[in-house]
């Protein structure tokens, strides 16, 4: 069963399965929900917590050890696996203990967002079958007012749209530091409802972008949100070869698709992509697609590669303002 974590309380306060899978990119959603999970587990009798890295060569002697020992002569007890990165003896060692799991231990699996691959994998089907699938990804930019808002109001603290609007530009892509500063807001106002010039006084910026988040605010046509995300990747110092490297892959993902389309349906062609592509990234590069035709693309393509040779040898400010032209086709 897949969730959520603001579901995760109600799904485990009555009695835990035997399995519970944490796969996110969000560490703050992550961190929140293991530590619920133990809190729930402690209070149903799981007095134990046993870690062990599935990464590299790990002790799957010590793991088999602690799966078939029962509870009749000790505690119920925690096993919990961080799974960073899938391999061939990772994912096989699962599909061999998932049999074994039993109502003495819970088995908390956690590790980073997964692709649709992986998800569709032997491995993770038969441990969620025997529990929840909590997905801890960052909220999407469209449901991130949402999240604001239910956070303030677990704070007993009240907000109108001008207050969550302010409190995403300055939030979205820190979870951490928007938790930390809600609660500062708690103290400081309880129980109130938040006007703008309070919140402008208590907080400071806590942006934090990826350059993936910029490519999907370009493919969204979202000039606001795409130019924001810049500001900030070049006030952290990214690199703007990096940058230009990264915008000409996807414009070349965009160009071929382009050209295929002619023949076959885009949504046919979307869904034939190797690696898989996410229905959210589908819809996105759909939007795109719609925007640019093919002769713009190519001449994106060609202004992104004049622009690393120009990079390479001069290296100078101007080049910035030549990277968010290129940027600007995709929301003109």
């Not at 061939?88 to 599909?95: D, P």
């Not at 006030?235 to 915008?247: K, R, V």
């Amino acid at each position: 069963m897949r969730i959520y974590p603001e579901q995760l309380k109600q799904h485990i306060k009555q009695q835990l399965p035997r399995c519970i899978l944490l796969f996110g990119d969000e560490p703050l959603l992550t961190l929140e929900a293991e530590d619920l999970i133990k809190q729930v587990a402690k209070s149903q009798g799981y007095l134990e917590t046993f870690s062990f890295s599935l990464d590299g060569n790990f002790d799957k002697d010590s793991i088999y050890s602690h799966l078939q020992s029962l509870s009749l002569f000790s505690e119920k007890k925690i096993l919990s696996l961080t799974l960073s990165k899938t391999s061939k003896e990772s994912t096989a060692f699962l599909r061999e203990i998932a049999p074994l799991l039993n109502d003495d231990i819970l088995l908390l699996l956690q590790g980073p967002k997964l692709n649709n691959q992986q998800l569709n994998g032997a491995w993770f089907k038969g441990l969620e079958q025997q529990g929840v699938f909590v997905v801890t990804n960052a909220p999407l930019p469209q449901h991130f007012p949402q999240w604001i808002y239910q956070r303030l109001k677990s704070l007993a603290l009240n907000a109108n749209k001008e207050v969550i609007d302010f409190l995403c530009v300055h939030f979205e892509g820190n979870l951490l530091a928007a938790k930390q500063e809600f609660e500062k807001l708690a103290l400081l106002y309880p129980k109130q409802t938040l006007n703008l010039h309070q919140v402008e006084q208590s907080i400071t910026t806590h942006n934090h972008f990826s350059i993936f988040q910029w490519l999907d605010s370009l493919l969204e046509g979202d000039k606001v949100r795409s130019q924001r995300i810049l500001k900030q990747l070049k006030a952290e110092g990214t690199e703007l070869l990096l940058l230009s490297a990264t915008l000409s892959s996807e414009i070349q993902k965009l160009l071929k698709l382009s050209y295929q389309e002619k023949s076959t349906p885009l949504a046919q062609l979307l869904n034939q992509q190797q690696p898989k592509i996410w229905a959210s990234k589908q819809a996105l590069m759909s939007k795109a697609l719609k925007r640019l035709n093919t002769r713009q693309l190519e001449q994106l393509i060609i202004q992104c590669a004049e622009l690393e040779i120009i990079v390479k040898v001069e290296n100078s400010a101007d080049d910035w303002q030549k990277l968010t032209l290129i940027a600007s086709a995709f929301y003109a």
